[in-house]
Every structure is written in C-alpha cells, then in structure tokens.
C-alpha cells in the first residue's frame, strides 16, 4: 500500500466519519433500519469514501478536490451511498424514499457541511481549525477562479451564507 494514500485515509477518519454518521441519522429518523444495519452502513459508507478520495485530499488546499469529494442527491442517487447502502439490503427505491429527495454533502479537509433542498442553508457537520501551514497555503489559492462543486451551488441562493448570523428578538 502507498503510505502516502495510507496518510491521505488517516487524515480524513473525522471528516468521513461526520459525513457517513449524518447519512446514517438520516437512515435512522425513519425507523426502518435495524442498528446493526445503520453501523454496517455507516462503516461501509466511511470506507468507500476514504478510499474514493484517497488521491484527492489536499488538506495543504482544502477547496482544491471539493467538486471530486460533492455527494448529490438530486433525481439520481450518489453511487457511495448506494454501494453502501446495497451491502446492508437496501435498494435505490428504499433509499429514494428514506432520504431527502435532494441533498448537497461537502467533505472537505478540515469541514463538512451539508444542504437540504436547493433553496436550502448550508449547515455545518463538523469543522475544525486549518493548521497554520495548511491556512497559509490556502490562502494563497482563496482567489482561484475554478468554480468548485460548493461555490457553484451557493451562487445565487437565497438562503443566508454558513457564516451568517441570525437574531431573534421579542
């Protein structure tokens, strides 16, 4: 095995963890599934996914890769989650109709977000701070014209941005 893809699989554990937990917990809140299906799921979705972005992992340039590692359920369902879900039984009918009809997943080095709906604000998984080597690199690339699978789909949305803040007031 190539340590360096051995090294890219161990760096992203917490990021695919997040993103194969969240599509299990979307399984769960239907009640069809058994426990031992959701982990079997889980953990099969988590491989697939590290093994699938093992050569497109730059967490030195966390954007860079973002359209590669964008799973989409939009009219058509996402091979990862239905590889996995196959495994534990479950057959892309099932799946159409235990998940959102359309969902944007973001697994990027150091983030996971998510969106329901087209319309829908983006919400954060899980997030953790960019290593000072890896901030500094990135933000010489923070002006990239390529328009990456994540800035692609919050253009022109009418939700507020991640990063905005919301009050309330009575």
């Known amino acids: 095995m190539d340590p360096q893809c051995f090294n890219a699989k161990a760096e992203?554990?917490?990021e695919t963890t997040a993103a194969a937990g969240f599509i299990a917990s979307l399984l769960r809140t239907r009640g069809f599934l058994t426990e031992l299906q959701l982990q079997k799921f889980s953990k099969s979705l988590q491989e697939a996914l590290a093994d699938h972005y093992k050569q497109h992992w730059f967490p030195d340039r966390p954007q860079k890769g973002s359209g590669y590692r964008?799973?989409?359920i939009n009219h058509e369902m996402d091979p990862l989650i239905g590889k996995?879900?196959?495994r534990i039984g479950l057959s892309s009918q099932q799946l159409f109709h235990l998940l959102p009809k359309e969902l944007t997943l973001?697994?990027?080095?150091?983030?996971?977000?998510y969106?329901?709906?087209e319309d829908?604000?983006?919400?954060?998984?899980?997030?953790?701070?960019?290593p000072a080597a890896s901030a500094s690199s990135s933000n010489a690339?923070?002006?990239?014209?390529?328009?990456?699978?994540?800035?692609?789909?919050l253009m022109?949305?009418?939700s507020p941005p991640k990063n905005y803040l919301m009050t309330v007031s009575s």
């Open 84 to 86: 996995s879900a196959s």
């Open 70 to 72: 964008c799973i989409r």
């Open 115 to 117: 969106r329901i709906g």
């Open 106 to 113: 973001w697994i990027d080095p150091f983030e996971v977000s």
């Open 12 to 14: 992203m554990v917490p």
């Open 156 to 158: 022109g949305r009418r």
């Open 120 to 130: 829908g604000s983006t919400c954060v998984l899980y997030e953790t701070e960019v």
């Open 141 to 153: 690339s923070a002006y990239n014209p390529m328009l990456m699978c994540k800035q692609q789909l």
